[in-house]
């Protein structure tokens, strides 16, 4: 099955803020440009999630007041993690991923993608969340299938001449 296959499971398309937990096969599409974007699998029980997080850290931006977790990294590897531990998922039966983080505008500073990386990988890091396999940084967004079933994450790099695929436990 290829990634712009249109039989196999069901479509979502997650937008900016969003993240979801998939209980059932579901094939995941987002674009990231400097946003990240982390999954987490559960071999033993065949269930994927993955989030769409705009900004870096909540507590530089939110002082306090409610607000939605899967807009920041940080706040979302939290929301993340605790919905896969309510379900019976262990750290150590978890396989993560981290995309995302494109610099296009300036890519000599650092950049809101580089900040958006940083905090999604210490987030994980502060739970002893071991990564597998990321594709982080660079000056050119990302389109990724996910297919939560498998855990398997498909990449293209957008404005390339061609595509790069990235299967699980490539690095």
Same mark, same amino acid.
């Given at each position: 099955m290829t990634p712009g296959? +249109?039989?196999?499971?069901?479509?979502h398309y997650l937008n900016i803020s969003q993240g979801v937990l998939c209980r059932e096969p579901t094939r995941v599409i987002t674009v990231l440009g400097s946003c990240v974007s982390v999954t987490l699998f559960s071999r033993r029980l065949g269930i994927g999630s993955i989030f769409h997080? /705009?900004?870096?850290?909540?507590?530089? #931006?939110e002082n306090g007041q409610l607000f939605n977790v899967f807009k920041y990294a940080d706040s979302a590897v939290e929301a993340q993690l605790n919905a896969m531990h309510e379900l019976g998922v262990t750290i150590s039966g978890l396989e993560c991923k981290v995309f995302g983080g494109a610099n296009a505008l300036f890519p000599h500073e650092v950049s809101v993608g580089d900040r958006n990386v940083r905090s999604a990988l210490e987030a994980l890091a502060a739970h002893k969340v071991r990564v597998k396999a990321m594709d982080v940084g660079g000056n050119v967004g990302r389109k990724l299938v996910f297919y939560s079933h498998t855990g398997d @994450?498909? @990449? +293209?790099? /957008?404005? #390339?001449?061609?595509?790069r695929v990235r299967r699980k436990g490539a690095k």
């Amino acid at each position: 099955m290829t990634p712009g296959s +249109k039989t196999g499971p069901p479509a979502h398309y997650l937008n900016i803020s969003q993240g979801v937990l998939c209980r059932e096969p579901t094939r995941v599409i987002t674009v990231l440009g400097s946003c990240v974007s982390v999954t987490l699998f559960s071999r033993r029980l065949g269930i994927g999630s993955i989030f769409h997080a /705009l900004m870096p850290q909540w507590k530089a #931006q939110e002082n306090g007041q409610l607000f939605n977790v899967f807009k920041y990294a940080d706040s979302a590897v939290e929301a993340q993690l605790n919905a896969m531990h309510e379900l019976g998922v262990t750290i150590s039966g978890l396989e993560c991923k981290v995309f995302g983080g494109a610099n296009a505008l300036f890519p000599h500073e650092v950049s809101v993608g580089d900040r958006n990386v940083r905090s999604a990988l210490e987030a994980l890091a502060a739970h002893k969340v071991r990564v597998k396999a990321m594709d982080v940084g660079g000056n050119v967004g990302r389109k990724l299938v996910f297919y939560s079933h498998t855990g398997d @994450v498909f @990449v +293209k790099r /957008l404005n #390339q001449p061609e595509c790069r695929v990235r299967r699980k436990g490539a690095k």
